[in-house]
């Protein structure tokens, strides 16, 4: 083999009260495709950023062919010879393929630029990478696979050596995945080293060779993908072993109310998001949504509030088919849905602890018919207590709030309008020990009160105590449903992730 | 002391009533109120009178951009609003007759209110930034404006419709009893009902407003015909004042005046928490400063400078950010040497 084309050794990267990488080393070679896998905050993309210059690096050293080398950002690395391509292409969509291509670097003679030359070169270019696009359409007239590709084309021509590619799957279908791998294989046969962070396992295994594993931002080891089997990658990524698997409560399945089902979902599903999917949500029920990050778990979720409009299948809410074209339509129904993202999609951090807690219930009753002051104090202070919600001020802004009680408070909301399904995505994503366990106590009193309950959980351990029914997704696709038992393990649902067979 | 400086309406407040002093300063019997023909006379009442047009705008623009909106077009349709007022009533045989000019008045706000859904509309239902949709009257406003008036000036002579921009009543200039009565109504519509509550949420975050089943689309709309109205009846006074509809110049650049009322109110422009009360204020410190520019005999030429001086300073001291540098720089030679750079920021705030 001949010597790394780059090299990382013992970086560390910390930020104020997390350590983003310790003490890591990386390898990449020429005429490779190295896949850089980890759970969300494993250190991905830390990793990449010290070396395309965003972060600066704590300690260690970053050594390109050979020689010690400090960059000092994206501009230095891509004249080093270091190339990233987003997810988010960061071209410009408002003008030609070939001028996105030669974009800021025009060849030009006597001031002037040589347009007929850059058409002549891109053409070339485009087509040596297979790519079939005409140089003079509009990138914004173009698929995103295709934009992508235009971006790696791009990147490839200014500096050839090393080229990123951080989650460029995540929004392209089957055959743009298809399309972007061939050019990819043919840049490996040219000798670049390409560097793929996906949470596809299925592509990971089609395309890449070797592998780098992190998790907690520390190096867990470098694999060749031939030899390294799913089920010891996930077992790596996710850190999990039998012997430190801890013992489930068990949760009598069999004592499940057979009445109407809350929520019955036929073939529902969104074209990128999610593929068609049935399922059905009882009474006193919890259903987990089990997934890796990027498996379809929170997109599944939104489709069955309205929050995103699906293009196919039915919902039947309550025995009755509900269009679900907004929210509004779930939330008269009786469903209610604390989002993934607290911050941007669920708490309104200018309003006060009380006025969040109040809003879906004065939003369903309309701003003419609003709660009388006793009432409305006597609701907030009952949910803040219920829920103890701390500090027990609800005039103080909810910004102020930490996570965990943001995230009562977003509950309480809910609750306040007794809904009969209760969607909850991440509800204990980021929150201390203490208020996670009484947000798991209180989802399963809520369920044996007969609220049916979605809950959509990256910790399968979680999914798996609270949960009746466990719904496994992987790759954008309900793969498995599953009765919860006492012979139900996460490491047999990270195989079922894994292997799955049904897709 | 820190309960009242942090009050949101203490900065809005003490500019007034710096720019007040100034006054008194320079002019001794600024302050004095004296009673002719029954009627309230001094340069506090003028201030008054003189700023109601931009209370009641500003007022309808704080709704709007509370919604994380702006109202570009206020201006214009004060100039239609006045500019179909004047034309009803001069189109009349008996200018003075009562019923007559509540006709004109009453079609005018309609087509105010109306002009202020299309706005809305625009924003909510069609989704063009607030910015452009309401540049679209803005422009297109004027010339409907001419149109109405058929590029003239129509003057009027009609006792009932003076009332409005010009008359008295119960000793007070009957325009600024209008204005108490809208800025109560609305105080009481926005925080009695949850209005204001929606309103602020709808501004603060759309999507999470959207996933709590607010349905911000008629919110919004309502916002911007609120904003319509407010504008039509600042467009009545001010034609009513000087009996004159102006299609060119009536409320010209209000629009810029009434968004720094409401800025200097305290009212971010970002959206969400917004104060009715700081936004009168602002207004009032935006009429004193023209006030201030005559009685003190600022140089014309140097009046727009004048102004946008004092606005910059007004501003600056609004701004926490710029609060806390200057106190910051102020409290570093006392403070003995800080351990580091983010130990002496808490030092300094705490």
Known sequence: MPGAVLEMIGVSKGFPGVRALADVDFRLFPGEIHALMGENGAGKSTLIKVLTGVYSADAGEVRLGGER???????????????????????????????????????????????????????????????????????DTCSLAIQQLVAIVRAVDISAKVLILDEPTSSLDRDEVEQLFTVMRRLRDDGVAILFVSHFLDQVYEVSDRMTVLRNGALVGEYQTARLSRIDLVGHMTGRTLSTLEQLHVRDETARVQAEPVLKADGVGRKGAIAPFDLEIHPGEVVGLAGLLGSGRTEAARLMFGADVADSGTVALGGASVPLRSPNAAIQHGVAFC??????????????????????????????????????????????????????????????????????????????????????????????????????????????????????????????????????????????????????TPEGILEIIANGTTS | MKAVTGHRLFWPAAVLVVMLLANLVVTPGFFSIQVRNGHLYGSLIDILLLGSPLMLIALGMTVVIATGGIDLSVGAVVAISGALACY??????????????????????????????????????????????????????????????????????????????????????????????????????????????????????AEASRLVGIRSRRLVVLAYTFCGLCAGIAGLMISSNISTADGNNAGLWMELDAILAVVIGGTALTGGRFTLAGTILGALVIQTLSTTIYTTGVPSQVTLVFKAVVVAIVCLIQSPAFRAKVFRRRARPEAPPPASPAAADVEVNA
């Open chain 1, 69 to 139: 080398v400090s960059v000092t950002g994206p501009q230095h690395a891509q004249t080093l010879g270091i190339s990233t391509v987003y997810q988010e292409v960061n071209l410009c969509p408002n003008l030609t393929v070939a001028e996105n291509v030669f974009i800021g670097r025009e060849p030009s003679k006597a001031g002037a630029i040589r347009w007929r030359e850059i058409r002549r070169r891109a053409a070339e270019l485009l087509t040596r990478f297979g790519v079939d696009v005409d140089p003079g359409a509009r990138l």
């Open chain 1, 339 to 488: 989002p993934e993202n607290r911050k941007s999609e669920g708490l309104i951090e200018d309003l006060t602890v009380g006025e969040n807690i109040v809003l879906a219930l004065q939003a369903a009753n309309g701003w003419l018919r609003p709660l009388s002051q006793a009432k409305r104090q006597e609701l907030v202070g009952r949910y803040m207590t219920a829920l103890r919600i701390t500090p027990a001020d609800p005039d103080m802004p909810a910004r102020n709030l930490s996570g965990g009680n943001q995230q009562k408070v977003l509950l309480a909301r809910w609750l306040i309008t007794q809904p009969k399904l209760l969607i909850l995505d991440e509800p204990t994503r980021g929150i201390d020990v203490g208020a996670k366990a009484e947000i798991q106590k209180l989802v399963v009193s809520l369920a044996e009160d007969g609220v049916a309950v979605l809950f959509v959980s990256a910790e399968l351990e979680e999914v798996l105590r609270i949960s009746h029914k466990i719904e496994v997704l992987r790759d954008r696709r309900l793969i498995a449903e599953i009765g919860n038992a006492a012979s139900v």
């Open chain 2, 88 to 205: 009803l009533i001069s189109g009349q045989e008996d200018q003075g007759a009562v019923t007559g000019v509540l006709v004109a008045v009453a079609l005018a706000l309609v087509l105010s209110a109306a002009l202020g859904f299309w706005n809305g509309l625009f924003v909510a239902r069609v989704g063009i930034q607030p910015i452009i949709a309401t540049l679209i009257l803005m422009v297109a406003g004027r010339g409907v404006a001419q149109l109405i008036t058929s590029g003239k000036n129509i003057n009027v002579n009609s006792p009932p419709y003076k009332l409005i921009g010009g008359g008295y009543w119960l000793t007070l200039p009957f325009a600024v009893i209008v204005v108490a009565v809208v800025v109560a109504l609305t105080g009481l519509a926005v925080r009695r009902t949850a209005l204001g509550m929606l309103l602020e949420a709808i501004g603060g975050n």
